[in-house]
T-cell receptor, first 118, second 112 residues
């Protein structure tokens, strides 16, 4: 089955610790995204990548880092600089352009990782 | 992406139709209208999208106003499993780069 896999489902971080959230997709999508969702709020973009070895900051990138060494993988590291990391983290992927040259841009999301601070 | 405006919440009874509105008065000619929904504790899932004409699929229908400044997602017979947050988003298909943004959406409550 094609899709996006996020792991772990639940994660606990100790103060001063860096933690890494995994996101893998087998949809052959060029673009991948990380969002943060706080209770009762919409999704806020942290980072996105449209091609391997390239990524851009979103609206709330401070305290986070990413890498895109493979097309299938886009891990997110929550660093100790992120003072309020407790949230629901969502990874997504999409095509950038269809064969006709017009992008479909439909995003497919993982099931999310819920991060809490100990 | 141009901004969209949706009601914070709506309520419906099971097996009744639901009309979820979205205003996008600053929509450009190359913006597609996308709808996603997010079930509790899950990631959002794509529902439907359109440009100018009304669209139907197995999940829902999308009615787009003639001036494209508003649209309505129609669930023909609401079920308890349709209780979710529904997001209306505009996607610019003209450029190669865009930053997708999700607002707070509309929280749909379905009563048995």
């Amino acid at each position: 089955d094609g899709g996006i896999t996020q792991s772990p489902k639940y994660l606990f971080r100790k103060e001063g610790q860096n933690v890494t959230l995994s996101c893998e997709q087998n949809l052959n999508h060029d673009a991948m995204y990380w969002y943060r969702q706080d209770p009762g709020q919409g999704l806020r973009l942290i980072y996105y990548s449209q091609i391997v070895n390239d990524f851009q900051k979103g609206d709330i990138a401070e305290g986070y880092s990413v890498s895109r060494e493979k097309k299938e993988s886009f891990p997110l590291t929550v660093t100790s600089a992120q003072k309020n990391p407790t949230a629901f983290y969502l990874c997504a992927s999409s095509t950038v352009r269809s064969s006709s040259g017009r992008a479909k841009n439909i995003q497919y999301f993982g099931a999310g990782t819920r991060l809490s601070v100990l | 992406d141009a901004k969209t405006t949706q009601p914070n919440s709506m309520e419906s009874n099971e097996e009744e139709p639901v009309h979820l509105p979205c205003n996008h008065s600053t929509i450009s000619g190359t913006d597609y209208i996308h709808w996603y929904r997010q079930l509790p504790s899950q990631g959002p899932e794509y529902v439907i999208h359109g440009l100018t004409s009304n669209v139907n699929n197995r999940m829902a229908s999308l009615a787009i106003a003639e001036d494209r400044k508003s649209s309505t997602l129609i669930l023909h017979r609401a079920t308890l499993r349709d209780a979710a947050v529904y997001y209306c988003i505009l996607r610019d298909m003209a450029g190669g780069s865009y930053i997708p943004t999700f607002g707070r959406g509309t929280s749909l409550i379905v009563h048995p």
